[in-house]
């Protein structure tokens, strides 16, 4: 299987199938039994969306990212600011991510994958929690990033939204 930038692949199958597990080996976090994985790219710059939030419930979604921002000290507090506009959300916002709704919870991890404009994103189940709106909001952002070139891969069962924001679909 081969995703070039600017392509958005869906995985779809049904639970179980292993589309979390494919999308945890091309991130490097689960080692692969057999094949590998090769990026053209030695500085690929990886984004993921995983299939549940892992945020720190007591801070506000502005921290959570600058918390993780800090750990690769790559962007600052403007990127982050316009990261989180991007995704719907308001950096202003002192509210603490525990009592966001599902739907902010998937945005803010949304704003995470791509805040150091990453050249893959990888999305388990990216509509997850999300409304009518945030859905055509999260297409529009998908077909944003893979005009700059970024390579998207979806994982998801959810065949309708698949066909509407795929390339390709890898079953």
Same mark, same amino acid.
């Given at each position: =299987?081969?995703?070039?930038?600017?392509?958005?692949?869906?995985? +779809?199958? *049904?639970?179980?199938?292993? $589309?979390?597990?494919?999308?945890?080996?091309? @991130?490097?976090? /689960?080692?692969?039994?057999?094949? @590998?994985?090769?990026?053209? !790219?030695?500085?690929?710059?990886?984004?993921?969306? *995983?299939? @549940?939030?892992?945020?720190?419930?007591?801070?506000?979604?502005?921290?959570?990212?600058?918390?993780? #921002?800090? =750990?690769?000290?790559?962007?600052?507090?403007?990127?982050?600011?316009?990261?989180?506009?991007? /995704?719907? =959300? %308001? *950096? #202003?916002?002192?509210?603490?991510?525990? @009592?966001?709704?599902?739907?902010? $919870?998937?945005?803010?991890?949304?704003?995470?994958?791509?805040? !150091?404009?990453?050249?893959?994103?990888?999305? %388990?189940?990216?509509? &997850?929690?999300?409304? *009518?709106?945030? +859905? +055509?909001?999260?297409?529009?952002?998908?077909?944003?990033?893979?005009?700059?070139?970024?390579?998207?891969?979806?994982?998801?069962?959810?065949?309708?939204?698949?066909?509407?924001?795929? &390339?390709? /679909?890898?079953?």
């Amino acid at each position: =299987l081969k995703l070039s930038g600017g392509e958005i692949l869906g995985l +779809i199958g *049904p639970n179980g199938a292993g $589309k979390t597990t494919l999308l945890k080996i091309i @991130s490097g976090t /689960v080692i692969a039994t057999a094949g @590998s994985v090769h990026f053209t !790219e030695r500085e690929a710059g990886i984004g993921i969306l *995983p299939e @549940s939030p892992a945020l720190l419930p007591g801070l506000s979604g502005f921290r959570n990212l600058q918390l993780l #921002a800090s =750990l690769q000290n790559k962007i600052g507090k403007q990127e982050i600011r316009e990261t989180m506009e991007t /995704v719907g =959300l %308001d *950096p #202003a916002n002192r509210k603490a991510v525990g @009592s966001y709704s599902l739907g902010m $919870k998937q945005r803010l991890m949304l704003a995470q994958a791509i805040m !150091e404009k990453p050249k893959l994103l990888l999305l %388990d189940e990216p509509t &997850n929690g999300l409304d *009518p709106l945030g +859905i +055509i909001d999260l297409r529009q952002l998908l077909y944003s990033l893979a005009d700059q070139g970024v390579g998207i891969i979806i994982a998801s069962h959810l065949l309708h939204e698949i066909e509407l924001m795929c &390339n390709r /679909v890898a079953i």
